[in-house]
């Protein structure tokens, strides 16, 4: 084993088009990856051992034999669990021995007090995990490793929270701008309790779509933070009911969904910044109506507040969830951003210093020990 100590970066993410009904296998979204970083050390140990130092949990270690204990006594850790536990099998199956390491993560995603801005953290900690393991085991880096990083994560992190489409694994994997549908998640269920895990990760999954897109280059992505934190289970919970109790409807919104986000598509791919504008508006209109057939809460005073100002200079919505966090904008030209994020803050809403991540999960640092 090598006697460096490895960093990985990995990127938050930014939901722009397509909440709610991305969590149907097929239907299309826009992810975006963020320069909000988690990073993960990793280096090898006389034994396992975790460190959280923004979570006051440090040096926490066991021994194969008795590592439940640790898990059942920290339930922040369980998306940690999850990728570990996965890993370990799949290096089983590639008859590796498993060795002992010392990780330690941090985080760029939260704000300093640990408030949550909604760029998710959970997601790209299983990504960092995955990833900063396939480096300190020296697995190939081929064209297709960052899509077997993804399907690793997606697996385990489906396998911890139930549902979610993955897009936010996406972004921490690829990183950039991406066209995304997720894969069929029952599909995924019934093949890992009958194949392999190598297997798996080197099959097709029904309805799964990740490609890179490139925005017009007149568009400016605005982003702003409503300062209150989502809690977005019973969000989804509601609208997922939606399936059963208005099962047209539901159909009917994701038809304007998937109507709202080709067209947002195509104006990227014809450079068209006006298109694009007028494409998020009609994802926005989309997510209102089923908003106000759930009564899930998508759309807070603050997100109506920010939008409204972003009416003015180009478009905007909620992204991801909703019900808090973060709500972003599209306008044309630097001037117009830079106006919109001052009337912002005129509202007491906070614009981010956001960018683009070219790069997914990737090796930032190699030291070597002395």
């Known amino acids: 084993m090598s006697d460096s100590r490895l960093q990985i970066k990995v990127p938050g993410k930014l939901l722009i088009a397509g909440e709610y009904a991305v969590t149907e296998p097929g239907q299309p ?14 280096e090898s140990s006389d034994k ?6 923004q979570w006051e949990m440090e040096k926490l270690s066991w021994e194969e034999a008795d590592h439940q204990f640790l898990w059942n006594s920290h339930p922040k850790l ?3 669990r ?28 939260d704000d300093p007090s640990g408030r949550k801005y909604g760029l998710g953290s959970s997601a790209a900690v299983v990504v960092a995990v995955i990833t900063a393991f396939w480096h300190f085991y020296r697995f190939d880096l081929d064209r297709s490793f960052k899509r077997r990083i993804f399907k690793l994560a997606a697996i385990a992190h489906y396998q911890t929270q139930g549902n979610g489409s993955c897009a936010d694994i996406a972004a921490a994997a690829f990183g950039h701008w991406l ?15 009958s194949i392999p895990i190598t297997k798996l ?11 890179e897109v490139s925005p017009p280059t007149s568009l400016q992505l605005c982003v702003g933070w ?8 019973p969000m989804v919970q509601k609208v997922h009911q939606l399936k059963d109790t208005h099962p047209i409807f539901y159909q009917d919104f994701l038809q304007q969904s998937r109507d709202a986000v080709t067209r947002l ?32 809460g998508i759309e807070t005073k603050e997100i109506k507040a920010l939008i409204e100002v972003a009416e003015k200079y180009g478009s905007g919505k909620s992204s991801g969830a909703g019900g808090g966090d973060c709500g972003i904008a599209f306008v044309e030209g630097e001037q117009a951003a830079r106006e919109l994020r001052k009337k912002w803050q005129e509202k007491q809403l906070l614009p981010l210093s956001l960018q683009v991540s070219p790069e997914g999960a990737h090796l930032f640092l190699q030291d070597r020990k002395v």
Do not use: C
């Not at 066209?179 to 309790?193: A, N």
């Not at 990760?201 to 490609?211: A, N, R, V, Y």
């Not at 409503?226 to 289970?233: N, Q, V």
């Open 82 to 109: 999850a990728a570990i536990t996965i890993w370990h099998q799949f290096l089983q199956e590639q008859k590796r021995m498993p060795i002992p390491f010392r990780l330690t993560i941090t985080s760029e995603l």
């Open 265 to 296: 598509l195509k104006s990227f791919e014809a450079n068209d910044g006006k298109g694009a504008i007028a494409a998020l508006r009609e994802n926005r209109e989309a997510l209102m109506r089923l908003d106000e057939q759930a009564a899930a």
């Open 78 to 80: 369980a998306f940690i």
């Open 226 to 233: 409503t300062g209150r934190t989502a809690a977005t289970g």
């Open 29 to 42: 979204s826009i992810v975006v990856a963020v320069d909000r970083y988690i990073t993960a050390a990793i």
């Open 201 to 211: 990760i080197d099959e097709t999954w029904p309805g799964l779509f990740i490609q």
């Open 48 to 53: 396992n051992e975790i460190n959280l130092p």
């Open 179 to 193: 066209s995304y549908s997720t894969f069929d998640s029952d599909w995924l269920m019934g093949k890992i309790r």
